[in-house]
């Protein structure tokens, strides 16, 4: 009994750190969406039900359904090509060659840099009038004339959504090439000697054997994306006409611009709620297990 009273101990610190530092902001924060809490009138802070919620969904200013309609794009587009170019350089690393280390080191720096930093370079290449992008496809006779790439409604949101692929291409080469590496030989051995192609290799050796790294990484990628708005709020501010705006962009919005911490945090549960959602369905579909996790 006394040792588990010291082990309990022990643990004690880091418990109040957890419970300080993730729980207590994560109560505050679901509270707060039920509150009517604005720093233009805080001597006003009272609980208001739905409220919140519905000035969110029913909002005439921005429709709600096109803001869910852009974070599905958002998270969709850019977490397939992500994950297939991820996918594609980490086969490409696979075998040693010379300087193998000093190039994945290049390859993987973006993910080591701030994601808004990211965007305000992107921003820059993508610029309508002076950007790198519109140069290189000039002088390559790609285009005629400069293109708004961020100040375009119809290709807006496919622009950011290029920036945030080139941004996530690092984090699945690293946990894919760190996932093949534990490929045994043997296995491809095995099936080089009954015939098996490249190709069939591939489907029936390496994804299978891999697997449990495939799922944890799409599933805490998919959720890293939506809750991604640096890169979007850097490069367009949500704009042009909301064309950019997306779950994330809007709560950001509601808190620093218009102080309606309430509605902010409506945005905030509502992201969390389509998460675990997400979650559940995502980790049934996929038939994971606890040692895919």
């Not at 509150?35 to 805080?42: E, P, T, W």
Request: with cysteine.
């Amino acid at each position: 009994m006394k040792k588990d009273r010291w082990y309990l101990l022990m643990i004690l610190p880091t418990l109040a750190v957890i419970v300080l530092f993730i729980f207590a902001p994560l109560i505050k924060g679901g509270l707060m969406a039920f509150q009517s809490y604005n720093l233009y009138n805080v001597k006003d802070i009272k609980f208001i039900g739905l409220d919140n919620l519905k000035a969110v969904i029913f909002s005439t200013s921005v429709s709600f359904l096109k803001i869910l309609l852009n974070t599905l794009k958002w998270l969709v587009l850019s977490l397939v090509f992500q994950f297939l170019l991820g996918f594609i350089l980490a086969l490409l690393l696979r075998k040693p060659f010379r300087g193998r280390s000093v190039y994945c080191g290049f390859v993987f720096y973006p993910w080591a840099l701030c994601g808004f930093a990211i965007g305000l370079i992107w921003s820059w290449l993508f610029n309508g009038q002076f950007g790198v992008i519109n140069d290189l496809l000039m002088k390559a006779g790609i285009i005629q004339s400069n293109i708004g790439w961020l100040s375009d409604p119809k290709i807006a949101m496919y622009s950011v959504i290029i920036a945030n692929v080139w941004y996530g291409i690092p984090y699945f080469g690293i946990m894919l090439l760190a996932a093949l590496q534990s490929v045994p030989k043997e296995l491809y051995e095995a099936a080089t000697i009954d015939g098996g192609s490249k190709w069939q290799q591939l489907f029936h050796v390496t994804i299978p054997y891999i697997k449990p790294t495939i799922v944890s990484t799409v599933l805490l990628r998919s959720m890293w994306i939506v809750n991604f708005p640096d890169l979007i709020y850097a490069m367009t501010n949500g704009g042009p006409v909301n064309s950019t705006h997306i779950l994330g962009t809007m709560m950001i919005n509601k808190v620093y611009k218009e102080f309606d911490y309430g509605q902010g945090s409506a945005y905030g549960f509502i992201i969390m709620v389509l998460l675990l959602v997400y979650a559940l369905i995502y980790l049934r579909v996929t038939k994971a297990t606890k040692e895919d996790m």
